[in-house]
């Protein structure tokens, strides 16, 4: 195993990106940054870099422990780096809250479906 990995297979090999095209993607368009700046598909990484990731809404703030290019497991995928602790609160916290506001969102009266049309009418003419 080679102690420096390029960036966009070291993210598919930890799971970040299903497939190395999003990871190049991602990367090309400003969504990773290595040790506070952007970076190329190519460029390679060390044990000890600094990598910052947006997906989506969750930004995941994380250092390089181990270097592999190698797609393991989910559980073996997080011992090749660590999270910080913040960002890992922030990201939990911000998942906490979309699942509240989809929660609310579920909750508010819709327009009867199809079946509900069907027992109205049924209702409505039968008085």
Known sequence: MSDKVRIDKWLWATRF???RALARDAIKGGKVQLNGSRVKPGRTIESGNHLTIRRGDDEYSITVKDIGD???SA???LLKYEEDESSRIRREALAEQRKAEHQARSDRQRRPDKRQRRE???FTKAS
Do not use: G, N, Q, W
């Open 17 to 19: 990106f299903k497939t």
């Open 70 to 72: 190698r797609r393991v």
């Open 75 to 77: 559980s073996l995928a």
């Open 120 to 122: 109205i009418v049924r």
